[in-house]
């Protein structure tokens, strides 16, 4: 009945800082460029014989996020769920193999040891207005992706309120290892031989790989553009954060960084494309929903 991913996305949320994303807005853009991997395996599986429906929702892996992939397969291409959701989490925990390859590869020494400056303190106040505002503008626009943004806002609004300490601990730790048993059991069920061990898993996991690839590369393309508009203030490293594998991608921009020059702290700056990826991921699969699955 679709509810897990909601109540994981509750999860994540009790479990995010958007302070980084607050304080440094244009790192939402890196967030969105990352996103290219979803549509270039969109256009890839349609390519291959795969409907509209079963394209989208192979398409949304490369935004590495799973309880959005599950979100989307469940109503797009219930049939394909398993291979869906296998590959989506596989790449989600590939993220510190597949990435940095990708970002020396698209970086030169030099934009690597690029030291940004320390982000301005945010105050509770924009903490708080953030998470409503964000919910009430995505949900007129796309009000198909309601139910994830408003649940991940939700959890975020548990954090920051100051006064729902228990239920933010809940959310965070015993409901969040409740639900992800769930989820994983549930999708699972789904997994029956001879509609997995195929041809066509091969295939998804594969444009899984391009998509995740693609992404990636698009958010370090995009963080080069923004360093050389900016006079060289951003570090293109970050932009690789832009996939929203929380926080494991921005671990990732901190580790290349930090080999490049031991004395870069990039992580709280990477963190900001990193969950604008979780909103953009989630802003894609709403725009699926809204134009492809009224076709269906």
């Known amino acids: 009945h679709e509810i897990f991913p909601p109540l994981i996305f509750l999860g994540v949320g009790a479990m995010t800082d958007f302070g980084p994303l607050i304080a440094n807005p244009k790192t939402l853009l890196l967030g ?11 256009l890839g599986a349609m390519m291959l014989g795969f409907t509209v429906q079963e394209a989208s929702a192979i398409g949304i892996i490369g935004g590495a996020d799973g309880p959005t992939a599950i979100y989307l397969a469940a109503k797009m291409a219930p049939n394909l769920l398993g291979a869906i959701a296998v590959a989506a989490y596989s790449y989600m925990s590939l993220v510190p193999l597949i990435q940095p390859p990708i970002m020396k590869l698209c ?3 030099a934009d690597r040891k690029i030291v940004m400056a320390q982000l301005r303190p945010v105050t509770r106040f924009e903490k708080i207005v953030f998470p409503i505002a964000t919910t009430i503008v995505i949900s007129l626009l796309l009000p198909p992706v309601c139910p994830l943004i408003g649940m ?3 959890g975020n609004l548990f954090k920051e309120a100051g006064c729902l300490d228990r239920l933010s601990d809940t959310a965070q730790n015993a409901l969040m290892n409740i639900v992800t048993i769930m989820l994983a059991t549930g999708t699972g069920l789904t997994m029956k031989a001879e509609s997995f061990l195929n041809y066509q898993t091969i295939l998804i996991i594969c444009l899984g790989l391009v998509a995740f690839a693609a992404g990636t590369f698009a958010g370090v393309i995009f963080g080069k553009i923004m360093c050389v508009l900016d006079g060289g203030k951003t570090n293109p490293l970050i932009g690789s ?4 594998a929380v926080p494991m991608a921005a671990r990732v921009s901190q580790v290349v960084g930090q080999k490049a020059n031991p004395s870069n702290f990039l992580l709280m700056h990477a963190m900001g494309p990193n969950v604008a990826g979780v909103i953009g991921t989630a802003v894609a699969a709403g725009a699926m929903l809204a134009m492809i699955g009224a076709a269906k």
């Open 241 to 244: 954060a832009g996939v929203s």
């Open 32 to 42: 969105a460029a990352a996103q290219a991997g979803v549509f270039v395996s969109l």
């Open 107 to 109: 970086t030169t020494e």
């Open 152 to 154: 991940l806002m939700l």
